[in-house]
């Protein structure tokens, strides 16, 4: 179902016109009457939340997918994708941190690490149909950078727990 189609939907279960939704939402009518036959496909996000404020729903009604009638939403069964994605983007450090490490031990030519939990991630993303193309450049400095700023969020509260346990003692 088409945002457009849960648009009209929500209005018509509401007895509202598309005029009336439009005055409201601070649109033209021509935006909803658009929208509401398919030919505008992805709204802007404040176009939608005057939609939504103007249906009396939040934005979320719109563009979320309608769980299937008569069945309960399925229960979580592992980690989130972005979780999976992290981790393998911290094992994979940890691996090129151990492949560093070894080369300054031995002073000989670095190992090649292979990155098998990245491989095993942009495999999982090709299952649910991700484009091959955009992970290199777009997903997985991505991955890194969430991954980065955990560490760094995680040091930074470790920091914060010292400098606390250090004002108590003064």
Same mark, same amino acid.
């Given at each position: 179902m088409s945002i457009g189609d849960k648009v009209r939907a929500t209005r018509k279960a509401a007895g509202i016109s598309q005029e009336e939704v439009a005055r409201r939402a601070g649109v033209?009518?021509?935006?909803?009457?658009r929208l509401e036959r398919g030919v505008i496909l992805d709204p802007h996000y404040s176009t939608l939340r005057g939609i939504a404020s103007a249906l009396g729903v939040p934005v979320e009604d719109l563009v979320r997918e309608p769980a299937l009638a008569g069945k309960a939403d399925a229960p979580e069964?592992? *980690?989130? %994708? %972005?979780?999976?994605a992290l981790g393998a983007a911290q094992r994979d450090a940890q691996l090129d941190a151990q492949? =560093?490490? =070894?080369?300054?031990?031995?002073e000989g030519e670095p190992q090649s690490v292979a990155s098998y939990e990245e491989d095993k991630f942009r495999a999982e993303l090709r299952t649910l149909g991700f484009p091959d193309e955009r992970f290199e450049d777009f997903v997985? *400095?991505?991955? !890194?950078?969430?991954? +980065?700023? +955990?560490?760094? !969020?995680e040091q930074l509260a470790a920091c914060e727990e010292e400098r606390r346990l250090l004002m108590n003692r003064v």
């Open positions: 033209s009518l021509n935006v909803i009457n069964t592992g *980690p989130s %994708l %972005l979780d999976k492949a =560093r490490a =070894r080369l300054f031990a031995s997985w *400095p991505l991955v !890194e950078l969430a991954a +980065k700023t +955990k560490q760094l !969020e």
